[in-house]
T-cell receptor
Framework: GEDVEQSLFLSVREGDSSVINCTYT??????LYWYKQEPGAGLQLLTY?????DMKQDQRLTVLLNKKDKHLSLRIADTQTGDSAIYFC???????????FGTGTRLTVIP | GAVVSQHPSRVICKSGTSVKIECRSL??????MFWYRQFPKQSLMLMAT?????????EQGVEKDKFLINHASLTLSTLTVTSAHPEDSSFYIC????????????FGPGTRLLVL
């Protein structure tokens, strides 16, 4: 089946940029998503990118997609303590309605 | 827009009882709803996909008689955990999607189930 991988942990200092990486194996992806999950809560959609795009920017968030290498990243500029959470990348592939989730990256922002 | 609610947010029950969890799309009509399960510090595992008015499609390894899904309308899906046991304790999250750009799934806040 589809395999979506992320590093488990990332720590950054407040004010620095965070880069969360994700790799996937299925080349028939149509959309790729980034979700944020705070403790005890559901998933909040942050942003998504269509698979024929290379980059998408939305305020402090920048998504980069390298389709050749099947690599997706989320950059958070000027990281704040409120950004501390688990970040999931997810892939939607052709022919499937559901999403395939990565393992999640726990971002810790150090004041 | 695109708000999904779940009820209850937390439930504690005795082993052997059944628990119903509701998932509602509040400001849109969801063509499809999904039920996920999340174990502590792990990713989401898709349990089943449901479309309004038709039977749910269950993922391999998920017992359809154990986890009953009813998708009665375009805004409501329910998950019933029948004869719950301690190993069913988990965080259950639903999501809903509709046909538009991205076919994005919008997630509910989750329901934490604890079976004693």
């Amino acid at each position: 089946g589809e395999d979506v991988e992320q590093s488990l942990f990332l720590s950054v200092r407040e004010g620095d940029s965070s880069v969360i990486n994700c790799t996937y194996t299925d080349s028939s992806s149509t959309y790729l998503y980034w979700y944020k999950q705070e403790p005890g809560a559901g998933l909040q959609l942050l942003t998504y990118i269509f698979s024929n795009m290379d980059m998408k920017q939305d305020q402090r968030l920048t998504v980069l997609l390298n389709k050749k290498d099947k690599h997706l990243s989320l950059r958070i500029a000027d990281t704040q303590t409120g950004d501390s959470a688990i970040y999931f990348c997810a892939e939607k592939v052709t022919g499937a309605n559901n999403l395939f989730f990565g393992t999640g990256t726990r971002l810790t922002v150090i004041p | 827009g695109a708000v999904v609610s779940q009820h209850p947010s937390r439930v504690i029950c005795k082993s052997g009882t059944s628990v119903k969890i509701e998932c509602r799309s509040l400001d849109f009509q969801a063509t499809t709803m999904f039920w996920y399960r999340q174990f502590p510090k792990q990713s989401l595992m898709l349990m089943a996909t449901s479309n309004e008015g038709s039977k749910a499609t269950y993922e391999q390894g998920v017992e359809k008689d154990k986890f009953l899904i009813n998708h009665a309308s375009l805004t409501l899906s329910t998950l019933t955990v029948t004869s719950a046991h301690p190993e069913d304790s988990s965080f259950y999250i639903c999501s809903a999607s509709y046909q538009r750009e991205g076919e994005t799934q919008y997630f509910g806040p989750g329901t934490r189930l604890l079976v004693l």
